[in-house]
């Protein structure tokens, strides 16, 4: 498949549950992106990695780990979710991080619903 | 701080009627301005950048750095324009470029 891949589409979890999403770009592309994207509040921007390495962590709660042991993949961990943690997860990858010309490249989101 | 704006949730015109999608910002340096676009059950894509200064299915925006606005424009709306569109400014946070997306406005086009 090309482009930015998520999976699972959708997820359903209690409080007290363990579980990780994924994404996947097939685009050589050396940074990767997780957005929050909710009901009530515009994109919102939690972790940023190039090249493998985290380069920003947008004062996101320690119940999201992010993960990425490659250019081509990004996990985002999740553990004790809340409900208002409920919110569509957004994946994006670019060609590069540096400099302002960039185009971003989504992936279909993680309908997350935390019960 | 870095800041974009878009005042209108919900922006609705009949089918030939011209649109106009707010977009005002708020940046110190030289920002590059992009329209993102979200059709519904599709992905957020990149519709336009000001850079490019090019028109996308019959949109375009032009960067008004006076009024620090970049407003998205159409002569004639079309049913197939309705859509998620958010604004959205790429910038210098020290070394790190990042994208900060304005609250989004819903277009509905009706027949």
């Known amino acids: 498949e090309t482009g930015v891949t998520q999976t699972p589409r959708h997820l359903v979890m209690g409080m007290t549950n363990k579980k990780s999403l994924k994404c996947e770009q097939h685009?050589?592309?050396?940074?990767m992106y997780w957005y929050k994207q909710s009901a009530k509040k515009p994109l919102e921007l939690m972790f940023v990695y190039s090249l493998e390495e985290r380069v920003e962590n947008n004062s996101v709660p320690s119940r999201f780990s992010p993960e990425c042991p490659n250019s081509s993949h990004l996990f985002l961990h999740l553990h004790t979710l809340q409900p208002e943690d409920s919110a569509l997860y957004l994946c994006?990858?670019?060609?590069?991080?540096?400099?302002?010309?960039?185009?971003?490249?989504f992936g279909p989101g993680t309908r997350l619903t935390v019960t | 701080a870095q800041r974009v704006t878009q005042p209108e949730k919900l922006l609705s015109v009949f089918k030939g009627a011209p649109v106009e999608l707010k977009c005002n910002y708020s940046y110190s340096g030289s920002p590059e301005l992009f329209w993102y676009v979200q059709y519904s059950r599709q992905r957020l894509q990149l519709l336009l950048r000001h850079i490019s200064r090019e028109s996308i299915k019959g949109f375009t925006a032009d960067l008004n750095k006076g009024e620090t606005s970049f407003h998205l424009k159409k002569p004639f709306a079309q049913e197939e324009d309705s859509a998620m569109y958010y604004c959205?400014?790429?910038?210098?946070?020290?070394?790190?470029?990042?994208?900060?997306f304005g609250q989004g406005t819903t277009l509905q086009v009706k027949p």
């Open positions: 959205a400014l790429s910038g210098l946070v020290g070394n790190t470029g990042k994208l900060i």
């Open positions: 685009l050589g592309h050396n940074a």
């Open positions: 994006a990858s670019s060609q590069d991080m540096y400099g302002t010309f960039y185009e971003q490249y």
